[in-house]
């Protein structure tokens, strides 16, 4: 079934390559951030933007560093094929490391869970589909990602309004 959905999202590629890579790239985690910083500023919750990156942060260490190595899963441009994606001279650009989970979509909506703001969702949700769309990561990856940046994300919400009575 994974593998199936895969082909699927992925053949998504072929018709605008550019913008799934952006959502990959570094002027997309640019305009991320931008993005953050911006409706913090606008909605009066500059004070969650430390937390967020807090959670984050160890959302990726957990994830890098913990689960990846442990599941030990291939990614699919690695794996298949063939498999549409960014290129260079060797052939697929595949990503360093295992794929499961997908530490793009934990990051992203770690941060949409701390923050609490349904766009930084979407946005996470079109990171997740980019990772598929790309090659990187099975849909599996990416679910288990979102899963678990939200539950790390609603984790330091919870404790910062509980215990320090944010609101």
């Not at 951030?33 to 990156?53: G, H, K, S």
């Not at 960014?86 to 949409?112: K, W």
Request: charged share 15%.
């Amino acid at each position: 079934m994974d593998q199936t959905v895969f082909v699927v999202i992925n053949g998504w590629y072929t018709a605008a390559p550019e913008l799934w890579a952006l959502f990959d790239s570094r002027s997309g985690l640019a305009a991320l951030v931008v993005l953050c910083v911006v409706l913090c500023y606008f909605r009066q919750q500059q004070r969650w933007l430390l937390p967020a990156l807090i959670a984050v942060s160890l959302t990726d260490v957990g994830v890098v560093r913990v689960l990846k190595p442990m599941v030990g899963r291939e990614r699919p441009c690695a794996v298949l094929d063939r498999s549409y994606g960014p290129m260079d001279e060797s052939g697929p650009r595949c990503g360093s490391g295992a794929a499961m989970p997908s530490a793009h979509a934990a990051n992203t909506m770690a941060l949409a869970a701390v923050l609490g703001f349904p766009e930084l969702a979407l946005v996470s949700v079109f990171v997740g589909v980019s990772r598929v769309t790309t090659g990187q990561h099975w849909p599996s990856d990416v679910l288990a990602g979102w899963a678990i940046g939200l539950a790390s994300g609603s984790v330091v919400r919870w404790a910062l309004r509980r215990f320090l009575g944010w609101p």
